[in-house]
């Protein structure tokens, strides 16, 4: 494991706030070892979905072992639209629209195949020595990793309620918490802090010695 990992919540097309928290990481990291786990939904809804596509791939190209994309389930969604239509409406109707526009186009047949691939080659769930990685959570009951794909992209109850110990914490976005930071439990930490709805974009910090996080790093648009 590296010195610090990084867990950034949903972007949603705030390209901004990601430049602006990418540059907070690397003042706080102060030249430590560092890994990066994206916690999925870079599209929709915000203004630039495109450039903050643009900006995570030229993460991971340049650091591949040290930048994890996770997949989102507005992601998915965007898979769908172009793959098959199905689903095409409610992703427009949850911000696909947006995400089209930042790309100059509105069909989603004409969406980049670059852009398609490496949305469709992303993983739903990472894990190191101390946690799981994931956008939206996995059904309680069971420890470790929840094999249900959509479940990792979609779950919200009884995730949520469930005071449950997967065998290491979970940290995960997807649920948007209204105050702002991020929603801090014995068994789970949430880092979707609704940068798109202005709230913030946040960052949990953590180490190796310890499970949650040791810190959080936070932009927003007032700042």
Not at 177 to 203: E, M, Y
Request: negative net charge; hydrophobic residues 40%; contains cysteine.
């Amino acid at each position: 494991m590296p010195d610090l990992t990084y867990a950034i919540g949903d972007i949603h097309g705030c390209a901004d706030l990601l430049e602006r928290l990418l540059a907070r990481i690397e003042q706080h990291r102060a030249g430590r070892d560092r890994c990066l786990v994206f916690l999925g939904d870079y599209v929709d809804r915000g203004p630039d979905s495109a450039r903050v596509i643009a900006i995570l791939r030229g993460l991971q190209q340049g650091e591949p072992e040290a930048v994890i994309c996770l997949m989102g389930n507005h992601e998915e969604m965007m898979l769908a639209s172009y793959r098959d239509g199905l689903g095409a409406t409610a992703w427009h109707e949850n911000g696909g629209v947006t995400t089209l526009a930042s790309f100059g186009i509105e069909d989603p047949e004409d969406l980049p195949h670059d852009v398609l691939a490496w949305l469709s080659g992303l993983p739903t769930v990472h894990e190191d020595d101390r946690r799981y990685y994931v956008h939206a959570g996995f059904r309680p009951g069971q420890p470790g990793i929840d094999p249900d794909i959509e479940t990792r992209l979609w779950i919200r109850e009884p995730f949520l309620s469930a005071d449950y110990d997967f065998g290491k914490h979970v940290v995960h976005g997807h649920t948007p918490q209204k105050s702002g930071r991020p929603d801090i439990r014995r068994h789970r930490t949430n880092l979707d802090t609704a940068a798109v709805r202005g709230g913030a974009l946040s960052a949990g910090v953590f180490t190796r010695d310890a499970q949650r996080a040791v810190a959080f790093l936070q932009v927003a648009a007032s700042d």
